[in-house]
């Protein structure tokens, strides 16, 4: 059975500033903060509420980069979503340019969005230090 890209939009992540430590128990450990959060979809258009969104990263010693990504959004229309995203890049070429790996899943008590709380959704991105795109879809 083959699986279906249905789009979501293009989110969009402002960086800020971000704290490291070399050497954790986890390895190199990035925490990101984003200033500014977007989602622009067709069926979802939102942005960042308030200071909730940043990235927990972590970079093991084989140079994957191991993301986890969570950000509140608040729709257009009011409602709060809650986006969450495991991933994977290349640390050689994160930051600049090199394709970037998400799993989002959604939380959400809104009616009109309660339809999030049942897809898996995948997005690829790219960007640099101050700036992250990516194309968000839902798999059927």
């Known amino acids: 059975m083959p699986i279906e890209l249905v789009p979501l939009g293009t989110l969009t ?3 800020t500033d971000h704290v490291s430590l070399a050497d954790s128990p986890a390895g190199r450990r990035v925490v990101v903060e ?6 622009d979809g067709d069926r979802v258009r939102a942005q960042q509420r308030g200071k909730t969104a940043g990235d927990w990263l972590t970079v ?5 980069v191991t993301l986890e990504v969570r950000v509140v959004f608040t729709t257009d229309d009011g409602a709060t979503i809650f986006f969450q995203a495991h991933g994977r890049a290349d640390a050689r070429t ?10 989002p899943r959604f939380e959400t008590d809104a009616p009109a969005y309660r339809w999030l709380n049942g897809i898996q959704a995948v997005a690829r991105g790219s960007g640099n230090r101050t700036h992250i795109e990516f ?4 798999l059927r």
């Open 94 to 103: 994160y930051g600049t340019g090199g394709v970037t790996w998400l799993a």
């Open 135 to 138: 194309e968000l879809y839902e």
């Open 60 to 64: 093991g010693p084989d140079s994957t």
């Open 13 to 15: 992540f402002e960086v």
């Open 34 to 39: 984003f200033s500014n959060s977007r989602w």
